[in-house]
């Protein structure tokens, strides 16, 4: 079966820097996107990542390996907007996008 | 209109009516999506439609139809609607179904069903 693995939530301090793992098991890859959603609001596209390597963005950077399955949102600079949950999905063999259920960041000041 | 809407922005139904979640874009997008999102699991496919006029089944299509008369509405169907069906659904869209497009999400439906 296919599978996305991010941890459930986690907390950080304002103006620190935070790491959010996505590991994932899907038939076939072409590529990897991270979405920001606020509580109550749609998914908005934050990067997407199909070769290996960082990919930086302003405050945001996403990092991915393909050998390993495995993919971070890096978040530098954390404001109290950052406050939301961060969907990985991966695009699998069929072109369909296959979405972990979200990782809860909580910034505390 | 702006990027994607959905109509309306909740719903109370009751259980075994008919209901219909409607989306329009703007963006002359080829490909649109329906997912449904439930706390605790990831956005889940039920429907897409990757040109005007066909559509394809996705994780969770029971109980779901939908149609593709045109490029910018892709209305969503619940024929007779369940409690399982409680959830929030988004409607999405993006410029082909392959690579690296980014699907752009609507603002979302509500919906309860007693």
């Known amino acids: 079966g296919q599978n996305i693995d991010q941890p459930t939530e986690m907390t950080a301090t304002e103006g620190a820097i935070v790491q959010i793992n996505c590991t994932y098991q899907t038939s076939g890859f072409n590529g990897l996107f991270w979405y920001q959603q606020h509580a109550g609001e749609a998914p908005t596209f934050l990067s997407y990542n199909v070769l290996d390597g960082l990919e930086e963005k302003g405050r945001f950077s996403s990092f991915l390996s393909r050998s390993k399955g495995y993919s971070y949102l890096l978040l530098k600079e954390l404001q109290m907007k950052d406050s939301a949950s961060y969907l990985c999905?991966?695009?699998?063999?069929?072109?369909?996008?296959?979405w972990g259920a979200g990782t809860k960041l909580i910034i505390k000041p | 209109i702006a990027g994607i809407t959905q109509a309306p922005t909740s719903q109370i139904l009751a259980a075994g009516r008919r209901m219909t979640l409607r989306c329009t874009q703007d963006?002359?997008?080829?490909?649109m999506y329906w997912y449904r999102q439930d706390l605790g699991l990831g956005l889940r496919l039920i429907h897409y439609?990757?040109?005007?006029?066909?559509?394809g089944k996705g994780e969770v299509p029971d109980g779901y139809s939908v149609s593709r008369a045109n490029t910018d509405d892709f209305p969503l169907t619940l024929a007779s609607a369940v409690p399982s069906q409680t959830s929030v659904y988004f409607c999405?869209?993006?410029?082909?179904?392959?690579?690296?497009?980014?699907?752009?999400f609507g603002p979302g439906t509500r919906l309860t069903v007693l």
């Open positions: 963006m002359r997008h080829n490909a």
């Open positions: 999405a869209s993006s410029d082909s179904s392959a690579g690296g497009s980014t699907q752009y």
């Open positions: 999905a991966v695009r699998d063999s069929n072109y369909q996008l296959i």
């Open positions: 439609s990757n040109t005007a006029g066909t559509t």
